[in-house]
Every structure is written in structure tokens, then in C-alpha cells.
Nanobody, 126 residues
Framework: QVQLVQSGGGLVQAGGSLRLSCAAS????????MGWFRQAPGKEREFVAA????????YYGNSVKGRFAISRDGAKNTVYLQMTSLKPEDTADYYC???????????????????WGQGSQVTVSS
């Protein structure tokens, strides 16, 4: 059974940085898409970033381009979300997600993903 365990998050001032981690276990992830989503109170879940584990191809939501970076460490089976130049509007619960890659442009759709982490709270103060 695939498990995604998140760590990181917390409280940071605007302009600061945080890194989220998502440790994956339960199988090989060589052909998986890994994504990060966020959900603020009263809002829909929003696509943040995604990476194809084998090719390393990365995708970003428009609101985080140039500020956030997704990466993976094969030796640790871990996906990271490095967040810089944080803004109060980045405040949300962040979730990592995974599924076997199916091609196409579904990586931005939360319904595409099979497995989810437990969530990490990120609060950015102004």
C-alpha cells in the first residue's frame, strides 16, 4: 500500500521560505506523477506543482511560478516543495499526491491522483 508522509510547514513571515517534504513508501515510484496541492479555508483545492518521477519534468501553477520549486530525491523516495518569497495568500493546507503516470495534462487535476499525504499547514504572516 502506498503511503505518503508529509513533514515541514509552519509559520513564516511574508518574504520568507519553507520546505515541505513528502516521503513515499510502498512501491517503486519510477513512473509516477507526484503533485502538490493546497487548500485555503473556504476555497477549492488548488494545483501548486507536479513532477514526473522518471523524467523529472516539472509543472507549476501560475500563482507560484518563479517562487516555488518541486524536486525529488530517488535515494530517499521523497518529493520536496521549496517555497520562497512567501506571501500571505500562500497560507493554506498543503497536500502531496501521487499516481501512476497516465500521460496527458491531468497533473493539475486533484481527481487524477490516487494517493494523498496527510497535509501540512503553512501560515504566512504579513
Amino acid at each position: 500500500q502506498v503511503q505518503l508522509v508529509q513533514s515541514g510547514g509552519g509559520l513564516v513571515q511574508a518574504g520568507g521560505s519553507l520546505r515541505l517534504s513528502c516521503a513515499a513508501s510502498g512501491r517503486a515510484f519510477s513512473n509516477y506523477d507526484m503533485g502538490w496541492f493546497r487548500q485555503a479555508p473556504g476555497k477549492e483545492r488548488e494545483f501548486v506543482a507536479a513532477i514526473n518521477w522518471s523524467s523529472g519534468t516539472r509543472y507549476y501553477g501560475n500563482s507560484v511560478k518563479g517562487r516555488f520549486a518541486i524536486s525529488r530525491d530517488g535515494a530517499k523516495n521523497t518529493v520536496y516543495l521549496q517555497m520562497t518569497s512567501l506571501k500571505p495568500e500562500d497560507t493554506a493546507d498543503y497536500y502531496c499526491a501521487a499516481r501512476a503516470a497516465a500521460g496527458g495534462d491531468y497533473y493539475q487535476d486533484a481527481n487524477y491522483y490516487t494517493y494523498w499525504g496527510q497535509g501540512s499547514q503553512v501560515t504566512v504572516s504579513s
